[in-house]
């Protein structure tokens, strides 16, 4: 579910109803570069499918899957119980996009606000196996 539902709605709120320039990692790019990106990547989500809902279906789905994750973890520390795993990688992986990098997607206030056990495991990965995380992702400065 969450390597092929739910990536095909983050891809939806990055790329089709999002500016791409808004991303940091996209800052740097020209905008014509960006442009054709964005165009295929709509392309390729159309193709797949998830293009072809609304907004509002698109959230309504990445809702359900929150739902479900939400539920399956409960309130153990990982979907497992006390040790990760491959899933707890996976899950990670997703949920980062929006706990740690998309914070304006609506899908986060939902996290923040229906689902607060998928920001505390996606909190607890990050602390637990990149303790270094904030540093690894500041700029580089210029050489001089």
């Known amino acids: 579910m969450v390597e092929e539902n739910f990536y095909w709605v983050l891809v939806c709120y990055r790329w089709v109803y999002s500016d791409p320039q808004n991303a ?5 790019l020209p905008s014509w570069l960006l442009y054709l990106i964005s165009k295929r990547v709509k392309g390729y989500a159309n193709g797949q499918g ?18 479900a994750l939400s539920d399956y973890l409960g ?3 990982f979907f497992f119980g006390d040790k990760p795993c491959v899933t707890d990688c996976s899950v990670f992986g ?5 706990v ?15 689902f607060p056990n998928l ?22 400065a210029a050489a001089t």
């Open 100 to 114: 740690l990098n998309q914070t304006e997607a609506p899908l986060y206030a939902l996290i923040q606000s229906e």
């Open 24 to 28: 940091g990692f996209a800052q740097k």
């Open 50 to 67: 998830m293009g072809r809902h609304t907004p509002d279906e698109v959230f309504h789905i990445g809702k359900l899957d929150l739902q």
């Open 94 to 98: 997703m949920l980062a996009q929006l």
């Open 119 to 140: 920001e505390r495991f996606c909190l607890t990965m990050r602390d637990t196996y990149w303790p270094d995380w904030n540093d690894v992702l500041k700029p580089v």
């Open 75 to 77: 309130d153990k520390k």
